[in-house]
């Protein structure tokens, strides 16, 4: 297993600001909308808004214990239902000794998706912890 030495991003699971309440959690990567970054259209975070059972499914994925059928973990999910079926913004959640990585970051625009070039985001493996388990409840 490969180790990171750094830089780590800082990583939050925060609502959103915007003008109708946010039923749904926003990812803060060093104190910025991940949004920012990676467009998500009419989507909404996958956390926050779910059932218990699919946000702990979620939560699974973002810790690498459960990838799932395609071995992506959903970041932004139809703001309608909830599936990604009907378009997610997806990253590939990779483990490493001392790390986890968010790389291949995809919208569904195109057959088979569209990746987002350019970003690959290291986060320091006890902070996420502290981000995701929570969720996994």
Request: proline residues 7%; hydrophobic residues 35%.
């Amino acid at each position: 297993m490969r180790t990171c030495t750094g830089p780590f991003s800082t990583l939050e699971l925060v609502r959103p600001n915007e003008r109708a309440p946010a039923r749904w959690m926003e990812y803060l990567v060093d104190g910025r909308p991940l949004s920012r970054l990676v467009p998500r259209g009419d989507r909404v975070g996958a956390l926050g808004w779910g059932g218990r059972e699919a946000e702990a499914r979620v939560a699974r994925q973002f810790l690498g214990e459960d990838a799932g059928a395609s071995g992506r973990a959903p970041l932004y999910v139809c703001g309608v239902c909830g599936d990604v079926g009907c378009g997610a913004v997806t990253v590939r959640v990779v483990r490493t000794a001392d790390s986890f990585v968010w790389i291949d970051f995809e919208t569904p625009d195109g057959p088979g998706g569209t990746s987002v070039a350019g970003y690959e985001l290291h986060f320091e493996r006890t902070a996420y912890l502290s981000v995701f388990r929570p969720w996994r409840k």
